[in-house]
């Protein structure tokens, strides 16, 4: 229902400089990406999630030990999630040869976000919700519309509809 309502949500974003591909199969994988934008400033790999606490970034170690990054989602520790979305980066980026800079995303559809604050990045990885994501996707950049355009194609093929 999240992949659902957020695929709603950026389906009325789309222009130009905003195409989408929604529910894609990773090559040889059981795996799916749930959206793609690529974008003025790039593409963004989008994970939807439909969770339920507040996300929140845990670190541990640093000075004596290792640094540790944690996402939680309330008390639990979904940490995978991370993984799971670096996973999807590289296969884009495995397509496109560096063409254009690609964004790793968690999206929480209805998680407990404060007011104030709450979005983190965590091992590069934006973790934030629908209301702060769509600004990012529709900011200008330095891609045009054409480029857009051959990505999006570039990316339609070898990653089909799931």
Request: aromatic share 4%; glycine share 10%.
């Amino acid at each position: 229902m999240g992949e659902e309502r957020l695929g709603k949500g950026l389906d009325r974003l789309a222009s130009d400089t905003l195409r989408l591909l929604h529910d894609r199969r990773i090559p040889r994988s059981k795996a799916n990406i749930d959206h793609l934008a690529v974008t003025a400033t790039g593409i963004y790999v989008i994970d939807a999630k439909k969770y339920r606490g507040r996300p929140h970034l845990r670190v541990e170690g640093g000075l004596f030990r290792p640094r540790v990054e944690r996402l939680l989602v309330g008390s639990r520790d979904c940490t995978k999630l991370v993984d799971g979305v670096l996973k999807q980066v590289d296969v884009v980026r495995g397509l496109l040869e560096d063409e254009v800079p690609v964004h790793g995303v968690l999206c929480f559809v209805e998680a407990d976000w404060p007011l104030i604050g709450g979005t983190f990045t965590t091992r590069g990885v934006r973790t934030l919700w629908p209301k702060k994501l769509y600004p990012q996707l529709q900011a200008d950049g330095p891609i045009t519309a054409g480029t857009v355009a051959e990505v999006h194609r570039k990316l339609a093929h070898p990653l089909p509809p799931a």
